[in-house]
């Protein structure tokens, strides 16, 4: 058999070793080593605390064991993000991970529900989506699989601490054979003839020499920006924020089982329940304010006193227009930056690992299965893009300039058509590739206060009073069932407890069927 | 606001009844008006249809039974189609529709395969595709009721034209659909609406919303403004077509026949009572004539009665809606009966109205998401047939050729770059065919790959082996179980018979 492909990745933050450990876990080892290089005097970003569903799928493919990475990275749950101040000041809503009631006739749910709005009953959405109620009611429990009941309609992501998840999948990566070298890159050097990488040189002296390099290095881009040239996009027009400013406090006493995000008067505040702190954040735009006017509205909204002090990040939103030049991919923060609004951060990363799989090079690299995974990252950064700038976009907000000057924004020609037949008749467009599905885009369409004009003629095929009628039920099955959850907080202590050992876990009574 | 009240759909054929059924079943309770104004048929006593499965779910959801589709266009079950003298020194490939993924251990089991192809696995693709193996034993898969089946797999139709047409408008017609025969005189049309159509009957309809179902006639759509037909001519280079019709197949087969010769090809379309026989060609490099003449002899069937030859015109409208105005099927759309595509077109514009069946009669913005989604469908469906002449290998024919020398559109060029490369299948949001009818399709064409997905080595060798032949095992054994056509239609050996080859 011909050598195995040496493959280095540089940096060790989230992507880094969510690289490593997914490559170690997903490729054959006689054919492919796997070299991540890190040091432990840079520090990680440690970008996205709140996950999305994908990342269980991610987990459960590489074999991790759920309960024991939570208690590892002092996990919570998380069913969805609630919005506040959004659309419109006092606004809430929240985009859950699962549907809002189920389709019939072909028809999705909203069309027929905006037929009872039309019949004369005022009822939020909200109340026939079983994550939203749950979510609410700070409870939690795992979906029900394989049955068409009310409490299979929803799927669950993670808020954890990112940097404990890195350290968690260091030590999968490490087990199953990924090696580690400590230390800093002084140098790159490249192929005089192709310019492709060949090694990197350390600071120690050491050449480490590799066939592919996997650039996790962040916002410094070191080999796909830095070394290849790959030229950013700017999307800072549509997406404005250029900081953000990180601060923990002590842990909530009832933890939710979302996110929170904020509305502010120059962007949005986060806030992260962990098991042993919670997150909190602002991501503002320096075009609308400045860094000491925003550390002291942080500071205000905090409600308990901080436990550090404010970490400031600075970034803009856009993204390298190729992913892969030559031997080279970049994952995470040195392919591109999205805020975390919607947690998409720590999924950009995994979607780019599950892209490169199936067209990880094996030897040479072959062009044609380059120029396919940049066109399938551009679909997922593109998805994402637009969906973001909705949020932005959609408001009514007049009591600050970034409000007004969002809602004003030319936005991209995609968004525009999207928002257009929502706005006119309730349609969300499907699609197979990328973020989001039906279900989010009208959870955020309809929380930032766009009601569509009109609903599907085929909705008037049913009487509105049977209509009704189906709905009550649906609501009041949904309120049973989450009534007979346990408490998020329980379920959490119970399941993955931070200060618990695994052995003491094996004693505990059985707590599912 | 004012709701959209009325529908008029003027057209011809399955394409007009298709329309008018989902249209009167799904708006009918709604108390819309529907109108059928039907124009002289197009059809002739040889003419066919052949259909993907996807034509068993619409008349489900029609209420539609299948019994009495085939009873009534002596139908056959069609499970794929092979694809003979594609080319010169290569054998004929069959190529199933089916539409179920078929499992591998995690990854796409093409991916297996072509791992034991270079490791020297001397066994064809189809014989591990459910679709393929039953077509080659002239079975039908249906399906089995206890739900343990490890593969599935599904079928389509071949059904005489006329028949199947006639039976869709008795169909509509008894559901209490308004319906007249006669041809569009002249239409008003204001800026981008609509107004009214005088029919050949001195009649006048006026309508919320106008359907064009009339094929390559554009009866309306090519009246309104900014729908202009883009021809892709330059990659599919047959403009004629002659259909006729041979004897009976003495026992049925479960797929089409599509046989390339120098000038284009030749389809052979199993029915219960004949053989319908189809030739596309282009006319620079044979004669009308010459292929009447030589039809018989190509198909290797003797033909009888009249041949009727028609122009094909391949290419797509720029806006299949405009204003008020909708085209669905060949209207919006013409393709080359290839790939059992004519019937799919109707239904898949059909479908798209539905979803976007538009609020208000005022405005109808649904055009532009439905525009969008009609051009990535058929887009898809011209990719598909394309890729059939682009990977052709009749060397030192000029038509042929040409077409391996053609530029292909971006789409299909990476669709082939990424199976070539690695055995991987691109899918698209409106995408027609699944992963195993392009991975069926690129290796029949003879597309080596250069290597497959790198997870399939993480298998050990040993449990590498044992899938592929317990894949192999499951699909002879599966397809063996399955009942013959003839089983399946229940029929009695006919009295005269021919063979195909």
Not at chain 1, 281 to 291: I, L, Q, W
Not at chain 1, 313 to 328: D, I, S, Y
Request: proline residues 5%.
């Amino acid at each position: 058999m011909s050598k195995p492909v040496e493959v280095v990745i540089l940096g060790g933050g989230t992507a880094g070793w969510m690289a490593a450990a997914g490559l170690v876990s997903l490729l054959p080892h006689q054919r492919y080593r796997i070299t991540l290089v890190e040091s432990e005097e840079i520090g990680i970003v440690g970008v996205g605390e709140a996950t999305l569903p994908q990342m269980k799928n991610f987990n459960d493919l590489i074999a991790i064991d759920e309960a024991e990475m939570m208690r590892s990275a002092k996990a919570t749950f998380k069913l969805g993000i609630e919005f506040v101040d959004w659309g419109y000041k006092g606004s809430s809503y929240i985009h859950p991970f699962g549907i809002h009631g189920p389709p019939a006739s072909g028809l999705p749910f909203h069309h027929r529900w905006l037929r009872t709005i039309t019949a004369g009953r005022d009822w939020d959405i909200e109340d026939f989506s079983f994550a939203i109620a749950a979510a609410r009611a700070n409870r939690f429990d795992f979906p029900v699989t394989g049955g068409p009941t009310i409490n299979s309609t929803y799927s669950y992501a993670y808020h954890f601490d990112a940097s404990l998840y890195a350290a968690y999948l260091r030590s999968v990566a490490e087990g199953r054979g990924a090696s580690r070298i400590e230390g800093k890159v002084a140098d790159v050097e490249q192929d005089g003839a192709s310019g492709d990488i060949r090694a990197l040189l350390m600071e120690s002296g050491e050449r480490l020499e590799g066939d592919f390099f996997i650039d996790c290095s962040g916002f410094r881009s070191l080999l796909l920006g830095n070394r290849l040239g790959v030229e950013w996009e700017d999307w800072s027009k549509w997406l404005p924020c250029d900081r953000a400013l990180a601060v923990p406090t002590e842990r909530q006493d009832e933890l939710t089982p979302y996110t929170q995000s904020t509305a502010m008067e120059a962007g949005w505040r986060w806030r992260i329940p962990l098991q042993h702190r919670t997150g909190n954040g602002y991501v503002f735009s320096t075009g609308f304010s400045d860094e000491s006017k925003a550390a002291e509205a942080l500071r205000a909204s905090l409600g308990s006193p901080p436990l550090a002090e404010p970490r400031l990040l600075k970034f803009q939103a856009g993204r390298r227009v190729r992913n892969w030049e030559r031997n080279c991919v970049a994952l995470g923060l040195s392919s591109g930056f999205l805020e975390p609004l919607e947690s998409t951060s720590i999924y950009l990363i995994q979607i780019a690992i599950m892209h490169l799989l199936p067209l990880f090079p094996t030897g040479k690299v072959d062009k044609r299965l380059v120029g396919e995974f940049n066109r399938r990252m551009d679909v997922e950064y593109e998805r994402i893009r637009d969906f973001l700038i909705l949020h932005y976009h959609l408001n009514t907000r007049d009591d600050a300039e970034i409000w007004r000057y969002c809602r004003n924004m030319d936005v991209p020609e995609s968004l525009k058509r999207k928002i257009a037949l929502f706005r006119h008749r309730g349609y969300i467009e499907d699609y197979r590739d990328g973020l989001f599905n039906p279900p989010s885009w009208l959870s955020v369409f309809l929380g930032q206060g766009l009601r569509p004009e009109h609903y599907h003629p085929f909705a008037d095929g049913v009487a509105a009073d049977r209509l009704i009628g189906e709905l009550e039920q649906l609501r009041e099955e949904i309120r049973d069932r989450v009534d007979e959850m346990p408490r998020h907080a329980t379920f959490v202590s119970r399941y993955a407890d931070a200060h618990q050992t695994t052995e003491a876990m094996l004693h505990e009574p059985e707590m599912r069927l | 606001m004012r709701r959209v009240r009325s529908v008029a759909i003027v057209g011809r054929d399955a394409a007009l009844w298709l329309a008018a059924a989902a249209i009167q079943r799904a708006l009918g309770p709604t108390g819309v008006r529907v109108q059928a104004i039907e124009l002289t048929s197009w059809l002739s006593p040889v003419d066919t249809y052949a259909a993907l499965p996807s034509l068993g779910s619409m008349h489900r959801l029609l209420g539609i039974d299948e019994e009495l589709v085939l009873k009534a266009a002596a139908g056959v079950p069609m499970v794929g189609q092979r694809y003979s003298n594609w080319a010169k020194a290569a054998p004929a490939f069959t190529l199933a529709y089916d539409d179920e993924p078929p499992p591998g251990g995690g990854l796409p089991f093409t991916h297996y395969w072509v791992k034991g192809h270079k490791e020297g696995l001397r066994i064809g693709i189809e014989d591990f595709s459910l679709g393929c193996a039953t077509a080659r034993l002239g079975r039908v898969p249906v399906r089995q009721d206890d739900d343990g089946t490890p593969l599935a797999a599904s079928y389509g139709y071949h059904l005489d034209a006329r028949h199947y047409a006639e039976l869709l408008k008795q169909v509509v017609l008894r559901r209490g659909i308004e319906a007249v025969s006669a041809g569009v005189h002249d239409v008003a049309i204001d800026g981008e609406r609509m107004m009214a159509i005088e029919l050949t009957d001195g009649s006048r309809v006026e309508a919320d919303l106008f359907v064009d179902a009339s094929g390559a006639e554009r009866a309306l759509i090519g009246r309104m403004p900014g729908a202009e037909f883009e021809s892709w001519r330059d990659l599919f280079p047959c403009d004629r077509m002659i259909a006729a019709t041979g004897p009976r197949l003495k026992s049925l087969p479960a797929f089409s026949q599509i046989s390339a010769f120098r000038g284009g090809w030749i389809g052979l379309y199993p029915l219960q009572d004949r053989t319908a026989v189809t030739a596309v060609y282009n006319s620079r490099a044979v004669s009308d004539r010459d292929v009447a003449e030589q039809i018989g002899v190509l198909a290797r069937i003797a033909v009888s009665g009249d041949a009727v030859v028609s122009e094909l015109k391949q290419g797509v409208l720029a806006r299949p809606w405009v204003g008020n105005c909708v085209a669905v099927g060949d209207s919006a759309a013409a393709l080359e009966p290839l790939d059992a595509v004519p019937l799919h077109i109707a239904q898949g514009c059909v479908s798209h109205l539905m979803t976007l069946f538009p609020v208000t009669a005022e405005e109808m913005p649904e055009a532009i998401a439905y525009n969008r989604s009609i051009a990535e469908f058929v887009g898809n469906v011209r990719d598909f047939q394309a890729a059939h002449y682009k990977l052709n290998l009749r060397f030192d024919e000029p038509m042929w050729d040409r077409c391996r020398e053609m530029k292909v559109p971006e789409s299909l060029r990476r669709e082939i770059d990424v199976f070539a490369a690695r055995a991987g299948v691109i899918l698209n949001d409106e995408g027609t065919f699944f992963e195993q009818n392009w991975t069926l399709s690129f290796l029949g064409h003879g597309i080596e790959p250069d290597g497959y997905d790198p997870r399939i080595d993480l298998a050990e060798d040993a449990a590498h082996i044992q899938l592929v032949h317990q894949r192999l095992r499951t699909v002879a054994e599966l397809a063996k179980a399955m009942p013959t056509v003839d089983q399946f239609l229940g029929v009695d050996q006919p009295v005269e018979a021919a063979s195909v080859r």
